[in-house]
């Protein structure tokens, strides 16, 4: 039996802003990093690793990794740090507080 991840709807749409990719600009790195974990990786190995049903769902691979490629990108290589980033905020290109998710 195959393992089934938790949801990653990174399209979901919010009362305000209307859609989560309002919350961080058209340039950001952030959009390319989720584009290229979407799309062009190959994370076979790691969701082929998944066999058992039990227990809670495990985040997606493709989110796990994107959010590692993006703390990297912004010289965070703690995941502890990485954790922290999110809530605390850094700033996008118009100087207001982003999140990545």
Not at 27 to 43: K, N, P, Q, W
């Amino acid at each position: 039996m195959s393992k089934h991840f938790r949801p990653w709807n990174i399209d979901q749409t919010l009362l305000l802003p209307p859609s989560v990719q309002d919350f961080v600009s058209k340039d950001h790195v952030s959009r390319f990093i989720v584009g290229l974990a979407r799309e062009s990786l190959d994370l076979r190995a790691i969701t082929g690793s998944y066999v058992s049903g039990l227990g809670q769902p495990p985040f997606d691979p493709r989110m796990m990794v994107a959010l590692l490629l993006h703390g990297y990108a912004s010289g965070l290589y703690s995941s502890r740090r990485i954790v922290r980033n999110p809530t605390q905020g850094g700033q996008d290109s118009d100087g207001r507080r982003t999140a990545f998710r």
